[in-house]
């Protein structure tokens, strides 16, 4: 292996970090108090600052991503069959299945990349019992048109929010759509707790049934109402949380400033369509996602992944495989190719870039060099 003059590796993401001595001042008042977790003063604390910062009035914390999504499809007692977009992280859908409930697969709209709302009614049967929708690298599905539909057939609204903390859609926060959100808090989210997660809802008498899921099924008598799991948030995690949130608003001016320089660079480049399309302020600053289409870029994504890597520089295929592909699914009716042609296309052009507050500039001018002259575009189209 020949190694290259900048041979440092750049991944997609680095944990946004706190400084190690915040953390243990703050670890040194957990160990004093001697309760390390179940519902302790920092998932207190930590819970307080969340429903402010993501302006909900409901929000309980949990252990990881997933197990939030799973404990809120729980608590709002589906049955049947759930619409979801198979172009999703593999949590999404394993989230139903530990549910006993089957995902019927629904095409995504191909700019947003979010479930393709004018498909959705036709797959809509009398064992729907509701909709699970993602909001994209930060893309916020058509949350008015899920509103209507779901109303109208009397389903649930679930969102996906890993890639939405902090975004607004039309002025209003995100947490406050449908009739649930799930955040996750992953060292490779933008706020992370190392592993973490979050529901906000819209019933407040959801919070107990929540609080029971994540305990066992345990109520403050002491009696098992429910088959629960344990999925809470302890005290090592809410430490992280606080300290980390401190950080959030300098990291997503950072990553404005990145997303800008990749912008300057890539909007010109034939082939070449960025998919991130929030707003400056409604932006999650989650990921910088961009779609290659190979017939006029000139190069395949998985071929330019290549090129990338020979650099040590290692983008990644988000999301890949698909869902509808699982070999559980793939014979259901609605996980056909026929059935999702957007996102069957989808899933062989994304690619997802390294995108973190510290990436230096003379970075992400290099990774643009390299997104440049793998182009081979004919000279026609280049202008
Ligand atoms: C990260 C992620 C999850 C899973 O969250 P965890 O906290 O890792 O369990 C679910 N869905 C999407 C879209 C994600 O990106």
Request: proline fraction near 3%.
């Amino acid at each position: 292996m020949t190694l290259q003059k900048n041979s440092k590796s750049i991944y997609v993401t680095r944990p946004l970090l706190p400084s190690l001595s915040k953390i243990t001042k703050r670890l040194e008042a957990v160990w004093k108090s001697g309760q390390v977790t179940n519902n302790g003063d920092a998932h207190k604390q930590l819970k307080e600052q969340l429903k402010q910062y993501l302006e909900v009035e409901n929000l309980s914390l949990f252990a990881n991503g997933t197990m939030a999504l799973i404990a809120g499809i729980k608590s709002l007692n589906l049955t049947g069959e759930v619409i979801t977009t198979p172009f999703t992280f593999p949590a999404t859908v394993e989230a139903l299945e530990w549910n006993g409930l089957t995902p019927v697969f629904c095409d995504i709209e191909p700019r947003s990349l979010t479930i393709d709302v004018s498909k959705i009614e036709a797959l809509i049967t009398d064992k729907t019992s509701a909709i699970l929708a993602v909001h994209v690298f930060g893309n916020p599905c058509d949350v008015e048109a899920l509103d209507r539909i779901a109303k109208k057939h009397n389903v649930k609204v679930i969102y996906d929010g890993a890639h939405a903390f902090g975004m607004y859609v039309n002025g209003k926060p995100i947490g406050q759509y449908g009739d649930m959100t799930m955040f996750s808090f992953h060292a490779t989210k933008l706020f992370q707790t190392i592993e973490g997660g979050a529901l906000t809802y819209r019933s407040q008498s959801t919070e107990e049934t929540l609080s029971q899921i994540k305990n066992f099924g345990l109520n403050d008598d002491g009696e098992v109402v429910l088959n629960g799991l344990n999925g809470k948030l302890n005290e090592m995690q809410a430490v992280v949380g606080i300290e980390t949130l401190l950080l959030v608003p300098e990291e997503r001016k950072k990553r404005q400033q990145i997303k800008e320089w990749y912008e300057q660079q890539l909007l010109s480049v034939p082939g070449i369509r960025i998919l991130t399309l929030a707003e400056e302020s409604y932006s999650s600053y989650q990921y910088f996602a961009i779609e290659i289409d190979e017939n006029i870029y000139g190069m395949s994504r998985d071929a330019l992944l290549e090129e990338l890597a020979k650099e040590n520089i290692f983008a990644r295929k988000y999301f890949y495989p698909l869902c509808s592909s699982f070999r559980w699914y793939r014979d259901l009716l609605s996980a056909k190719t026929e059935q999702l042609p957007y996102a069957n296309a989808a899933v062989k052009r994304v690619l997802v870039l390294p995108f973190y507050g510290d990436l230096a500039q003379e970075d992400i001018f290099r990774i643009c060099n390299i997104l440049k002259e793998s182009c081979h575009a004919q000279v026609g189209e280049r202008l």
